[in-house]
Structures are given as structure tokens and as C-alpha cells.
């Protein structure tokens, strides 16, 4: 009974309501109104610093921004007044001429920026409604589009930031007073190889000598010869070698013993054209009381002198790109062609072992007592005999 009577009164109250209005359909269909954007942090006025940064650190950032700048695949940044310290913000319903830049903060654009927008050390956010009208670029950060629009391109550069390293920093050039101690000890070294070399092999350095003082163009021929041939002669030999099995053991040996005997015949060559170059430069005077050993030596130290003169005054201007490699390569190209006489020299006397016997002096027999001949021997004519001590002593 309960039951039936309270299923009365509520339909009693429902007929009793006003009914709905279309516009209270609609509004109930509306979906609800979307909570209202985080109010938008004010613009950082350009080129002011926070106040609690101290100059330690503001100097930091100056130093960030200038690596940053010399970095290839960065974007032209805008002069240090503009670039601001910290968060900054691009309001809704604002427009701000780019290029808008921040350095260790995010960049939040909610308006439009009339450039790029930049952020370094940190995020460059393009809100819902917001415009880039240049490029969205971060350093150390991340460029991202949450509904926005950039028209240019969505940059991030990660890593190490900073200029290319250029061919004069991957390999440092030689400092001037480097230059000049390399030389003078290659001045030193050589002076003390040649003194060795003519007390223990002077005659082979005379036999070099000879040749480049009789044939000097062979000598250079032969050189350049002995130069193109060297690389194949020692294929051809390791390929002989490699024929056997005993063979490839001492290819190694093979190998270095090739070029020990290539640098000695470098070296052999060298010093006799030193030598010459000496003899050249300053010859023995006239009269002077020099022995022959003597000679040779003042001439090899003069000659060596000689040449390492170019590269002392070459390492003198190494200072100076244009002036320092032109110097050297007048200094190699001299070298070189003394050198390449020299190897020849060495290659044609058999490293000196070997003479041209043209160059030698006639050795002439001695004379001999011939007044006990007949001045004109004639066939059928007895010559006189001999004398004799035991005859001398008839006679006597």
C-alpha cells in the first residue's frame, strides 16, 4: 500500500515540472568549456640578466653563446644585449620580432615570433595557436611543436658544441724554435755519421767521390733510376722468396735488410756529394799544409754545413706560412737533387768499392838501366852482354 502510494507522488511531481527548452538540450550537449591556459610568464626584458647570477656566471653564459656561435650547424644567433638569462615567454595574442633568444631556460611561445626562436641549454616549446616564423632552434634541449606552427625547420643540436676542428688544430704547426733545434740536430748527427764514415770507410767514400766528380749527370740518372726501381725490386724479392717455404721465414729479414742497405747507399751518396759540395764551397788554399785526409774532412764538414743551411734558414721563417714553405721547398728540391746524384754514385761504384778506370792515374814501370843495350838494335846484330860485377873486376 506504502509502495503504490509514494509510485503516486513521484509521477504527480514529475508531471508537475516544466519541460526542458531546446536550449537547455544544447547546453547540456555542449561539451564543458576547457579550463583556461596557464597564465603566460611574463617576457624577460631583453639583454637583463637575472639579478642573482653573479659576473662568474654571467661570464659562464658568454663563453656558451660564443661556442655556440662559432659552431657550423648552429643558426646565426643575435647580438649578447638581446639574448636573455633564464625561462622566457612569448604571450598569447603578442607578436615579437625575432630573432627571440634565451640562454639556460625554456623558450615557451604562446604568441607569434617574427623570426626564429632559440633556446640554449634548454627547450623551445611551440604551444596550441602559437607561429615561428623563422626557425624553432635548441642547443643542449629539445624543439618541439605541441600545436603550433613553425614555417621554418625544427632544430636540435646535441653534443659537443663548437667549431670544427680545422687542419692547423687536429695538426699543430711546428713552433719556430722547434724548426730550428730539428735542424741543428740533424746538422749534429750528420757531422758525426760522416766523420765515422771516413775514418772506417774512406776509401769507398773516395770511390763515390770519383764518380760524381767524373759523371756527375750518370750519377743523377741513375739516382732517379735506383728511386723508381727500389719499391719493385723489393716486391720482385718477396715474391721469390714466397716461392718456398723457407723462403717466407726470412721475408721479414729480407725486408730490412733491403732497407738498411737502401739507407746506407742513401747515405754513402750523400756524404760524397757533401764532400764535392765542400771542395766547391770553400777549396783548399794554395800552398796550405793539409794532408789528404785532412782535406776531406774540412770539405764533408763544409759540405754538410752547406746543405743544412737551407733548412736552418727555412725553420727560421717557419713563423711565416708563405716565406717558410717556399724556403723549404727550395731547400728539399736542392737536397733532392743532391741526394739523388749521390745514391747514383754509390749505385755505379758499386758503393764505392769500384772505380771508373778511366779516372785512375797510369801506373808507369821504373825505369830501367838500358846503356848496356845497343842503341839500335838491329836483327843479325849480337847485342853486348849485361855487365857483371865479376866482368867489372876483369876489366878493373
Known sequence: MRGLLRTALLAAAALAAPLPTRTDLL???????????P???PAQAPGAPAARLSDEGRED????????RRDPNAIPLPADDRITVGARSVPAGTRVEGPVATVGGTLDVYGQVG???VAIDGDVVIHPGALVEGNAFSVGGEARAEGGMVLGELRTLQGAVGALPEASEAAPRMSTSRALKLAAAWLAVLIVIGIGVLVAAGEYLDGVVDTLEHNFARAFAMGI?????ALPVLV???VALAITVLGILLIPFAVVAFALALAGLITLGFLGVAQVTGRWIRPVPRGAIISERGAALRALVFGICGYLALWIVAAAFTWHPLAGGLLRAIAFAITWVGTTAGLGAAILSRAGSRRDTATLPIATPPAQD???MTPTPVTGVVAARRPTPASLKEHR
Open 61 to 68: 653564459l658568454r663563453r656558451r653563446v660564443a661556442t655556440v
Open 236 to 238: 720482385l724479392g718477396v
Open 370 to 372: 838500358l846503356s848496356w
Open 39 to 41: 597564465a603566460a610568464r
Open 115 to 117: 623570426g626564429d626562436a
Open 225 to 229: 733510376a735506383g728511386q723508381l726501381a
Open 27 to 37: 547546453a547540456q550537449a555542449a561539451p564543458a568549456p576547457a579550463p583556461p591556459a
